[in-house]
């Protein structure tokens, strides 16, 4: 017999609105209004570049080691450092992508069709991420999923970011939900899975690039397309 459920939590960032897709479009779409082609930068070092700083502060960020304005700024000066760009400011740069972020619209495969049938079976749905306040609000609009959830949990609004435990209890309170009757649904094993378990809250596994994981006695749920959520729900 399933188990029931009454408040689902999702992570957003490439669990529903794929984020690998979105930033590269986003990212490429900044490179070339600032013309960085014009130092003989090609565009997928540069990515792959941006992407190496960017996971490594991210990680520092989660760990509260350095702030968001470091972190924002840092992610592209040490990029251009390390490919030698000296003609433009960092923080324009990082204005700019953010901007552009929003914008992009690609759903992980299964999203939209998952988020109807949880809709359809009456479950209150909220979103829980670490992403930026700017940006997060505009991503579900304009991806047109604002309309499933009735909430959007921002570590930076909230003051802590997911692993940490206060973000998931101060969710489940606000949505005035029980700890029992929740689940988090999310991609990062450490962030997300580990997150709520940590709290004491179920959680499903969206192992999306199939990658091996220390789930010992199989006490996650891992599923590998979103589907099939449906077996669960």
Known sequence: MKKKYTHLFFDLD???WDFK????????????LLKLDKNSVDFEHFFETYNRFNDELWEAYRKKEVTKKELTRQRFQLTFDSLKITDIDAL???EQYLSEMPKQTHLIEG??????????RGYRMF??????????HRKLLNADL????????????????????????YAVKSANAKKKKSLMIGDDWDV???GARNFGM???YYNRLKGTIDNKHNSITVIESLNELTNIL
């Open 14 to 16: 490439n669990t529903l």
């Open 21 to 32: 897709t979105n930033s590269k479009y986003a990212m490429l779409a900044t490179f070339n």
């Open 92 to 94: 324009e740069m990082n």
């Open 111 to 120: 999203a939209r069709e998952i988020l109807d049938f949880a809709k359809s």
């Open 127 to 136: 979103i829980i991420t670490n992403g930026f306040k700017e940006v997060q």
């Open 146 to 169: 604002a309309g499933y959830f009735e909430k959007l949990f921002i570590s930076e609004e909230i003051k802590t970011p997911k692993p940490g435990r206060e973000i998931f209890e």
């Open 192 to 194: 997300d899975i580990q």
């Open 202 to 204: 179920d959680a499903v």
